[in-house]
């Protein structure tokens, strides 16, 4: 199956009236809190996450001397982000397996665009807190975290503490969701999708349109090589629109 | 002193050019998620926090066949609330004693209020999440929690768990900061004159004028019945307001 | 109500046939055990804890090379002090918020009556533990506090830590509780009061006569202006009282 | 690039003399110790795996009266399976990130495989310990998992516990990792090659041909589509070779 | 080397002057609280522990429907029983494993004289609080401990809750250390000889002569046949002495 | 009862047909891994237990510059060790009570052994895991772990990171179980013993045949003097046998 069959496939109907290849609205909130260094609201559909960038100096113990900087990323839900409440990790005295699962996810991805050499011994820590749940909330939270590191650097550019925000910048980075559902490969799911995807893949991408980071899972249902392909135009397809508002966010002069 | 004189005192300036009986502009943002039964923004000055009311079915064991419902609370600072980050309590596997604290001066403040009995076997969970911190945070906490629990309320009365949200209502709630900077008492501190205060007193009052929870501290300088009762009427003063401005926020439709 | 109306109210019976303006029989037993600076049993009817004052040279990490010193405070229930066991909260992995709610105030208290530059940079570490609770566990840990800590500073003197105890003491410090059952106010409430009381209040006071720290909660019925200040009125008394049993207790040899 | 020019890429030389598309020794022993209902010893060059099942009737609470089996999986490293020793996260306190993230990876793998109806109300959990770790300890951990799986199968199926092991398998399950160092896509890296690696994919497939998880990473240099096929072919040639070896070890009788 | 011996050994000078075969005087204080239903303080020397029993109807579950009772322990110190202040177990998160090895013994003494049988499906929970510590914290807990739950079986049998204090209890237990400093062999030794100690034992006796429990150390020089022996005789010395202490202090009434 | 009646008891007959007197075959298994410095496989019957040693120069901070060396030991059971699984400690959060006792004896035997200053500044950490679990788990640890150490010394000492393996021990030192069952004394109880037990003995000794910890638990039945001087013969002939069996395991060739 091609991906311009996907274009023509009319009689898929998706509960909120998508196309099989179209995202859900898209809104980035730049200086949403006043704070820290870089802060971001990205709503994806009802997914609604904050993002915020905090520029320390100095590194972590086992990376001093080392010339180079580090980012790293917390993830977290808010109680009623769910429709039942969750219990917080805190009370229960321990992050869960999930949790720390998407936090290293995140991590992973934003340092896969930061130049460790230019930002020098510096710490860049990204929280994701997840203020309303609607699918897609790790996917979101890297493309929101992206846009609150470019402000954090430009922060840290106009207060002398890196030379150029840009060249710290190796590329850009977004991320989405494809699943398969019923058989039909689909863009960015919502939690009503989600559930019922029997294959499931989280796809981030540089802005020159290379792969930083593939999650593909098929615990209901394995996928072959042909889908995989599918998933994947599908999700190069999201990305490249997803770095289009990025990149406009960060044109505008911050909120 | 009285407090005719503290609103002739011309003199005081304060860092954001308020009198000293005067509140902060105050936000209440109603139905700030879609998901929770209750789900408000309040915003007083810079201090935002997002409290969501819970509302389940059932109460814990210590109180079942009681006849009696339970309201609880659970307070939480974003990392970046802060001017410096805040290791999460999740990550450091343990609640702190700060956040114990307020999480119960929280939900006996609410408890306050809530007619048990009229509420029946349910439990509503009120979180509130500080997404800025620029002092106040547990009394707009409790000022905002009042509200997410009457749309909680109302939601249950519509969907006929409870047979009144208004009988379960006793009564209304609010709570505010007073405090004595440099021996001037003073209504509403944000943190830069928190930090200052050699006095510090949180009054979370009901809309009848009485109090529920007398919170003074004065670890600095301790302080004179005739102190305490010029703060005494600047809490009541600042709660009378803010019991209007939750009235006003009540009587709207939810946004 | 005046205080006045009180002392004249015969009609009203107390479990343990006191007046409402009456403590309990207080004990204060000096050097109670042999190995701390500063070791004393208090007895307030029968509710007695052990406080114990270690003095140690140097601050925490936080509050280096700032020429101050520090005091801090622990309180504990042994698992017995209550009429049904209550669990060790070394064996539940956390503290609860109940302690660190109560430890948070008694560090406050004594706090608030220490020069910290005349203690210089040492720590003064409180430990309170209910050996047997019956109501006003908290108030009795702050007034034996402050005794253990006159002996520890005492000690600290005769050491040549500090030059003077004295100088190091800008105050006495004793609390008490007080609250309203049945709409009675009543000073120093035991455990079968304080279970019925409606409204409840720590009053910590200083020698002076100044406050320190009050704590009123009303969970179970809002209290008046008019009713606060009956409360405030026999809290004076009482805090008077156990001050005077203080400095008799201060001015003996230690046992 | 093709696979063929991998291939004939001979020029390539890896530490331990392997082709680029060649796997390491493959060694599994089943009935490793005695107790457990499925227990593997699997060793993948250095990597060594303790693989046990535990099949017990009932599932989580969560899952009950659904007529649906459970399959879950713990990973975990004893501390000297590494060069340098590493605290037991039993005596920190917690389970770390990578743990939770790997002992996830197993679960989800496995349970691609498994027919839940037909394995009934009955969980099989699944522990995969490390004695040795030289890379690829989660790749070689699912494939050795399987084979305690099928053999907690086979003991259940004699035990009458289920009506046929043959039923609740859909497939097989193994996986093995393949990444890029310096420009070469490789098969199966030890752990000084995993160290160097710039891209970075363990690929779990089935008996059948088709992917279960894909888990690229490239947080070190992104990789084009082409590159992620050159890699997923490699893993279906090292995933082929794993299942003969797993179809062999089932074959014969449990030493 | 008899024990003969060692009583003739005149010139052996103890710090407090005692024989080698002498223990520290020993004080049993019956009721020392008025909640607990068995509540007892022991003083060994400077060494001072408050044991407290509870009673309780029900057996922890993994016991339920057995018929037989259960008996357990918990050990624990205060933060200033020892010179230097130790930390709290509760504010570390976990007990320690001095904690743990010590309150599993204890329990192991108390049950090894308890006929489960004749207690039925009751618990007693056994708390040994160490307030001074000088040596010998754990044998004088299972001492104390002993008359807590005779005091606590004389309460139950009192309330009818079981038939006959007498017939639960097969024997009396008592515990005492011995060993060896600078090759003398010593009774009951104080911290300042446990410490120089090369070996060290401690010996649970029945009040009929014979061990429940030996756990002899000898870190700092292996002991041969012969000193176990003489260590065995003058530990079964201060066992009967401590067992006629417990006996008297049985007899009396509670203070 | 002697020891010869004991041999000659033929009528008593042990699950596995041993003699009252007999070892269960042992079998230590050099350089299991090839990672740790010391790597054994001890198996005692159907126990089997891999005890690693770890050199780390440098010793914790309460012994720096005191020129002695360390040695400490962790125990852990794998989850599958035991008939039903065990959870994990890391899951569970802490570690147990049974696990922090077996951890801290077999450092306190093995300390017993080694001259610290002859080991100088250097740690020795041993892991024993416990991968089969058939009764004297704790046992078999310590005599594993004496030859993980040994292999540790000599690599030290080929590494000159010390000067002689040989002046490091002061001896040997390996432990074995012995208990009554039924009334006979017997040595070496695998689980379906050591169950039934009414009495259980670890004795760990020197190969110069002192005692370095006798452990005699009797929570089911005190014993008698007589009884414990024939089990204290039945450990001295096990212990000898197996230091035999140590001796030949190292002076063979590491595997």
């Known amino acids: 199956m091609e991906i311009k069959d996907l274009l023509t496939e009319k009689t898929v109907i998706r509960p909120d009236g998508r196309a099989v290849d179209e995202l859900r609205p898209v809104k980035i909130t730049r200086s949403f809190t006043d704070i820290p260094e870089g802060s971001v609201l990205i709503e994806c559909g009802n997914t609604r996450v904050m993002c915020t960038a905090t520029f320390t100096p100095g590194v972590p113990r086992w990376r001093k001397d080392s010339g180079l900087g580090w980012v790293t990323a917390e993830y977290s839900m808010l109680p009623r982000a769910t429709a039942e409440r969750t ?49 897609g909330t790790r996917t979101a939270s890297i493309t929101g975290a992206y846009v609150a590191l470019v402000e954090a650097l430009r922060w840290a550019e106009k207060q002398r503490r890196i030379r150029s925000a840009e060249r710290v910048l190796k590329d850009s980075v977004s991320a989405v969701s494809v699943g398969i559902i019923n058989g039909h490969p689909m863009l960015d799911l919502p939690y009503i999708e989600d559930s019922q995807a029997m294959t499931d893949m989280n796809v981030a991408m540089t802005g020159s349109g290379e792969f930083i980071e593939i999650q593909g899972t098929a615990e209901h249902r394995p996928f072959s090589r042909d889908e995989l392909n599918v998933l994947l135009d599908l999700a190069t397809k999201g990305n490249r629109e997803l770095q289009a508002i990025q990149r406009t966010a960060l044109a505008g002069a911050a909120s």
Chains 1, 2, 3, 4, 5, 6 share one sequence.
């Open 87 to 135: 219990d917080r990790e805190s009370v229960r005295g321990k992050v869960g397996g999930r949790t720390h699962e998407i936090s290293r996810l995140i991590g992973r991805c934003l340092r896969g665009v930061v130049d460790m050499k230019a930002l020098g011994e510096n710490q860049i820590q990204l929280d994701c807190d997840v203020l309303q749940a609607d699918g």
